[in-house]
């Protein structure tokens, strides 16, 4: 992919950093979530994280922040504004009070149905074939398990 030139800057080149189109594209996917998530007062990075909780109630802070490569300095914030908004609960483990909880409150399930067709909607902006989706999907979460 990068070729050295006379001078030694073509690695340089935008045309040859892997980073760049991971970065543009994710960009232009999440900017498509945006129209459909702003009448449930929801960012994107809040809607992937209700999307941990509708899996999986009741989960500590840092799982969610493992399974969504977040740490706890990004998550806390976004945490604190989804209990604002009465979607879920934060409370202190009783076995170690270092471990916060997070928990769906009714508000928070009965999102779940409001954002159930966002996933549906958005897959019609990606053009790709489902078998090069497929693949893709595949290659980004091996890149992400070796980094």
Known sequence: MIEMNDNGYEVLRLDNQLCFPLYACARQVVNKYTPLLKPLGLTYTQYIAMMVLWEKDGITVGEIGKRLFLDNGTLTPLLKKLETQGYITRERS??????????????????????????????????????????????????????
């Open 94 to 147: 009783a076995e170690d009070e270092r471990v916060v909880l997070v928990s769906l409150t009714d508000a928070g399930w009965a999102l779940r149905e409001m954002a159930k067709e966002i996933p549906f909607k958005v897959g019609g902006c990606v053009a790709l074939e489902p078998e090069e989706a497929k693949t893709l999907y595949g290659l980004l979460y091996k890149l992400l398990g070796k980094m």
